[in-house]
């Protein structure tokens, strides 16, 4: 049952739009930068996020797209050996020496973040990585912070955050369930 609509279709672009610009700051630019989305919704907070870099600074930085499947520690090894759906990975320049942002819809207990920094060390040796979410709901397992939050939800571990985008649910929309 949902709870509260917390961020609306306007408020998510304001928190987007928020977020480029404090890549741009803290990266003095782009120059080295690559966004990379984790599978699924995270490539288009990924993507809109280049959008905005671009309205700001006039500047395309590159986007990838992380498919962190045969990474995740929820999936046993008998479960891995058994064909797991792999959508593959697309990251369309080499990562070494670069900064590479991660972004994803939802921050919460860290262990999505932890695989996709392994599938990343897999890929290439980025300089640094930074991660960028839109939605930061606390109950961390594992030493992982965002760099950059649209908004931090504190929530009870019995509610979800459950985030709709245009480009794949037809209407943006960021509401806590019960």
């Given at each position: 049952?949902?709870?509260?609509?917390?961020?609306?279709?306007?408020?998510?672009?304001?928190?987007?739009?928020?977020?480029?610009?404090?890549?741009?700051?803290?990266n003095k630019g782009i120059g080295n930068c690559v966004l990379i989305g984790i599978k699924t919704r995270g490539i288009y907070v990924a993507k809109r996020l280049a959008e905005r870099i671009f309205q700001i600074e006039g500047l395309h930085i590159p986007v990838g797209e992380l498919d962190i499947t045969l990474y995740r520690d929820d999936l046993t090894h008998e479960m891995k050996s058994h064909d797991p759906e792999v959508r593959g990975s697309d990251i369309p320049i080499d990562i070494n020496g670069k900064t590479v942002i991660l972004a994803d819809d939802v921050l919460y207990t860290g262990r999505t973040v932890r695989a996709a920094m392994d599938a990343l060390m897999d890929i290439g040796r980025p300089s640094h990585i930074q991660m960028a979410a839109l939605v930061d709901r606390g109950h961390r397992e594992l030493p992982i912070r965002a760099d950059y939050i649209g908004k931090n939800i504190p929530t009870a571990k019995s509610e979800r955050i459950v985030v709709t985008l245009e480009e794949v649910d037809e209407f943006d929309r960021i509401s806590i369930y019960e």
């Open positions: 049952m949902e709870k509260a609509v917390v961020l609306d279709q306007q408020a998510i672009h304001r928190a987007l739009t928020r977020i480029a610009h404090e890549i741009i700051e803290r």
